[in-house]
């Protein structure tokens, strides 16, 4: 399989009063295209960091991050703007789903953001609903869902415009055992239905053992989990 992302030596810092704390210290890493990633660790350890870094929502303070071999960094606002809109699809712990809008409305929305007519994007939002189950529940308001459910419509949304890579934060951390299981299963199956490359940060072991490969970061350390 080709590399996607590439990390080089990166690093991340925060200023604080009086004090600087280094998140991430020289993390290197090749995430292959297709491939399910999990970044395993605890609260604080920098995962979330790490996960934002690859979704140009932040940038390193050193080192270089490479997306189909070109630095990240030197994307134009505009080109990052459309890069997240088009090619990733992210899933947070918590939903962030519009709770005016019914859930096919909210799957949709990522597509008449980016210029779709919401006459053409809600058909294969409804589609997308039904494969995952939530057919009687496409027209419900999100905050009559469970929590299951509404984690689906989440999952359904980042992926609605077939994006090359997912990126999930924590997507089962507000989930009972069996519900968390289920969407850890219907993310690996979009990972090998789609051929699209999954990388999940989580403190979640048996969520990390289904993936193809897991990596610990520990103190802002990146390495290969045993």
């Known amino acids: 399989m080709a590399e996607i992302y590439r990390f080089v030596d990166v690093g991340k810092k925060f200023s604080a009063p009086g004090e600087n704390l280094e998140i991430l210290k020289n993390v290197n890493l090749v995430v292959e295209e297709g491939e399910a990633l999990a970044i395993v660790g605890t609260s604080g350890s920098g995962k979330s960091s790490l996960l934002h870094l690859m979704g140009a929502l932040d940038t390193p303070t050193s080192g270089e991050i490479l997306f189909d071999g070109r630095d990240m960094a030197l994307m134009p606002p505009d080109e990052k703007a459309e890069f997240r809109n088009r090619t990733l699809g992210f899933v947070f712990q918590f939903h962030?789903?519009?709770?005016?809008?019914?859930?096919?409305?909210?799957?949709?929305?990522?597509?008449?953001?980016?210029?779709?007519?919401?006459?053409?994007?809600?058909?294969?939002?409804?589609?997308?609903?039904?494969?995952?189950?939530?057919?009687?529940?496409?027209?419900?308001?999100?905050?009559?869902?469970?929590?299951?459910?509404?984690?689906?419509?989440?999952?359904?949304?980042?992926?609605?415009?077939?994006?090359?890579?997912?990126?999930?934060?924590?997507?089962?951390?507000?989930?009972?055992?069996?519900?968390?299981?289920?969407?850890?299963?219907?993310?690996?199956?979009?990972?090998?239905?789609?051929?699209?490359?999954?990388?999940?940060?989580?403190?979640?072991?048996?969520?990390?053992?289904?993936?193809?490969?897991?990596?610990?970061?520990?103190?802002?350390?990146?390495?290969?989990?045993?």
Do not use: C, W, Y
């Open 96 to 226: 962030h789903l519009l709770p005016e809008f019914s859930a096919v409305e909210n799957v949709a929305m990522p597509a008449v953001i980016g210029g779709t007519r919401p006459a053409d994007a809600l058909p294969g939002a409804g589609s997308l609903l039904e494969r995952m189950g939530l057919g009687g529940r496409i027209h419900s308001k999100t905050a009559t869902l469970s929590g299951g459910e509404r984690q689906r419509v989440a999952i359904a949304r980042a992926v609605f415009l077939r994006p090359r890579v997912l990126l999930a934060d924590e997507p089962t951390g507000n989930l009972d055992e069996n519900t968390g299981a289920a969407v850890g299963a219907l993310l690996r199956e979009l990972n090998r239905e789609r051929g699209m490359t999954l990388v999940v940060v989580t403190h979640n072991r048996e969520l990390a053992a289904g993936m193809d490969r897991a990596m610990e970061l520990k103190a802002g350390s990146l390495s290969r989990r045993t």
